[in-house]
């Protein structure tokens, strides 16, 4: 049966399955650190392995490292920072921005929650062939410049 041209089957959409897939996996992300006494959203994992890789980073780098915008972003720092894993600090040259930097307790959890992604992403990925895996890094990586090639336009 065909579609009219006036509907938009989102169940056919390949945006709407990665929409889904990403909200899924970070439920999941999200259900494996709970399960394992660590009250770590998948946005917040992000924010903590981003800080991991390097400190200080102003808010809006850290916004754009992690793909969220700076409001969403203020959020998910608040949340943070009340749970004592990061600390906000004005920058020195300019005192309207902030740098976002790890607490010991941030920095303590890296060797308590990598163990647990990866299984969570093992777990995840389970049976799909490496060649599917490549396939769908190069599907990514094409969307992504024809996307960039869009915004060029």
Known sequence: ??????????????????????RDLAGFLHRSFLAAGFDVTAPQWAVLNRLWEEEGLHQSDLAARIVRDRHNLARIIWGM?????????????????QRVYLTQA??????????LARRAAGQALAGIPAADLESLQRIYDRVMENLDLEAQS
Do not use: C, H, T
């Open 1 to 22: 049966m065909a579609v009219s041209p006036k509907r938009f089957p989102l169940d056919r959409s390949p945006a709407y399955w990665i929409n889904r897939l990403a």
């Open 81 to 97: 920072e009340k749970k004592g894993l990061i600390r906000r600090e004005a920058d020195p040259r300019d005192k309207r921005l």
């Open 106 to 115: 941030g920095r303590d959890l890296q060797d308590r929650l990598v163990p």
